[in-house]
């Protein structure tokens, strides 16, 4: 089949078996009925069920639970949150400071990926080990390809505040000692005692408790998309309250200058 051909296929048609609406009649998603028999769902039941398949109301109160202790901080000099906050004093619109805030959760060293990573990270190890491989060459070989794991050691300070608080939680909700999670602190053992020094952070935890629910690296992505999104609306509506552009000003006399050209002086012309 070639391109046009391919094309034409999709031309006025869309075959899904995720779900649609049907106009003055019904909503479905994955072949229930959302109106009658998805609507007593919590909503990230319901958000739970879009991304897996899974009906788990212990589940989803466990997702809810990390996305408060875990992520959703309203402080405005979180990265991410910056973005909300710099919108609202630009009087952009929450909407806008709220999506950009999202995009950017998408990074390198915090959010999106390294809850993606230290999942996939965990599944391969389990892997390796069930084929014969040990802890210790499995975490050795990781670090040497990639110069450290997601899920262990944190930017700013090294030990990680939320992580016991979580663990109380998920306990608290039948979980916290399955394979994954007991794998996820023999890592973290092996690494605090290593000359790395490093230790788990939450993203680690909550990879391997998801993990042990059943919960793929991908699928984890999917949930955690919106997951900071109750610490990033806060630091918008406060930032309005405060003067046009007064988020973070830098004055020019700050900006250490070793530039060729002469720094232009605003308002005055050449």
């Given at each position: 089949m070639d391109r046009n051909e391919m094309l034409e296929k999709y031309e006025d048609n869309w075959e899904t078996s995720m779900g649609g609406w049907f106009p003055g009649e019904k909503v479905i998603l994955r072949g229930k009925n959302v109106l009658t028999e998805l609507n007593n769902d919590r909503w990230v039941e319901y958000l739970l069920f879009g991304i897996t398949g899974k009906r788990s109301p212990r589940v989803a109160r466990l997702i809810e639970g990390m996305w408060l202790i875990c992520t959703s901080f309203?402080?405005?000099?979180?990265?991410?949150?910056?973005?909300?906050?710099?919108?609202?004093?630009?009087?952009?619109?929450?909407?806008?400071?709220?999506?950009?805030?999202?995009?950017?959760?998408?990074?390198?060293?915090?959010?999106?990926?390294?809850?993606?990573?230290?999942?996939?990270?965990?599944?391969?190890?389990?892997?390796k080990i069930a084929e014969g491989q040990c802890l210790e060459d499995v975490v050795k070989s990781e670090v040497k390809k990639y110069r450290g794991i997601y899920g262990y050691g944190r930017p700013v300070v090294d030990q990680d505040e939320r992580v016991e608080p979580l663990l109380d939680f998920a306990r608290s909700m039948g979980a916290g000692d399955g394979e994954y999670t007991k794998l996820a602190f023999a890592v973290d053992e092996y690494l605090a005692n290593s000359r790395l020094k490093y230790r788990i952070n939450a993203s680690g935890v909550v990879a391997g408790l998801l993990a042990d629910e059943g919960i793929t690296a991908k699928e984890l992505y999917h949930i955690a998309t919106l997951t900071f999104t109750a610490g990033v609306i806060p630091c918008?509506?406060?930032?309005?309250?405060?003067?046009?552009?007064?988020?973070?000003?830098?004055?020019?006399?700050?900006?250490?200058?070793e530039g060729i050209e002469e720094c232009r002086v605003w308002g005055k012309q050449k």
């Open positions: 309203p402080d405005p000099r979180l990265w991410n949150n910056r973005i909300a906050a710099l919108c609202a004093t630009t009087r952009s619109t929450g909407v806008l400071g709220s999506a950009g805030a999202l995009a950017i959760s998408e990074a390198t060293i915090y959010g999106l990926k390294p809850i993606q990573g230290v999942s996939d990270f965990l599944y391969r190890t389990s892997k918008y509506i406060d930032a309005l309250d405060k003067p046009e552009g007064a988020f973070f000003p830098l004055r020019v006399s700050r900006v250490n200058y």
